[in-house]
T-cell receptor, first 117, second 112 residues
Framework: DARVTQTPRHKVTEMGQEVTMRCQPILGHNTVFWYRQTMMQGLELLAYFRNRAPLDDSGMPKDRFSAEMPDATLATLKIQPSEPRDSAVYFC???????????????FGPGTRLTVL | GDSVTQMEGPVTLSEEAFLTINCTYTATGYPSLFWYVQYPGEGLQLLLKATKADDKGSNKGFEATYRKETTSFHLEKGSVQVSDSAVYFCALLKHGAQKLVFGQGTRLTINP
């Protein structure tokens, strides 16, 4: 049963600390998304990659957030320095997008619940 | 820009009641439409989808019909169960695009 995995599931940190969240997409998926979910803003797309290349990170605060895909099996989202307003659940999702064809479906991971004190 | 508007929640029903969660969209062209469900403490899961006008998506007793004339994709279920308690998200995907556009979500609670 292929699933998107995310680590850690929960993270509590102090303001100013660096936070790194990791995602392992489903094997064979070539498109990876990072979302943030809060009560106030709902579900927001932060960034997404296709074939490990960043396609859109316009939803991400550039001064403190960075997203990378070191290889096809790992996506990372880093916050440095973290702030209390970054407290949220961060979801990773993956899917397949054959060349020239639309994305079939997004499969979501269980999320990382981040609390910044 | 493209957008999805959902019925505001929370929605509370008794078990075996009929459910409707309204969803309307604004988009150019003919997007694909989706309903995702998020159970407590979990990520979103695809519930059903429809890719063209008049298509009906169905899964687990839920149904939604793609209505181009009213730009709607309302979610329905004839008899809800306590286990259906979750947050439901309507979403669209424009043809050729990669990004889903989500509605704000509707929290559904079913009481025994």
């Amino acid at each position: 049963d292929a699933r998107v995995t995310q680590t850690p599931r929960h993270k509590v940190t102090e303001m100013g600390q660096e936070v790194t969240m990791r995602c392992q997409p489903i094997l064979g998926h070539n498109t990876v998304f990072w979302y943030r979910q809060t009560m106030m803003q709902g579900l927001e797309l932060l960034a997404y990659f296709r074939n490990r290349a960043p396609l859109d990170d316009s939803g991400m605060p550039k001064d403190r957030f960075s997203a990378e895909m070191p290889d096809a099996t790992l996506a990372t989202l880093k916050i440095q320095p973290s702030e209390p307003r970054d407290s949220a659940v961060y979801f990773c999702a993956s899917g397949t997008s054959p060349r020239g064809r639309p994305l079939n479906e997004q499969f979501f991971g269980p999320g990382t619940r981040l609390t910044v004190l | 820009g493209d957008s999805v508007t959902q019925m505001e929640g929370p929605v509370t029903l008794s078990e075996e009641a009929f459910l409707t969660i309204n969803c309307t969209y604004t988009a150019t062209g003919y997007p694909s439409l989706f309903w995702y469900v998020q159970y407590p403490g979990e990520g979103l899961q695809l519930l059903l989808k429809a890719t063209k006008a008049d298509d009906k998506g169905s899964n687990k007793g839920f149904e939604a019909t793609y209505r181009k004339e009213t730009t709607s994709f309302h979610l329905e279920k004839g008899s809800v169960q306590v286990s259906d308690s979750a947050v439901y998200f309507c979403a669209l995907l424009k043809h050729g695009a990669q990004k889903l556009v989500f509605g704000q979500g509707t929290r559904l609670t079913i009481n025994p």
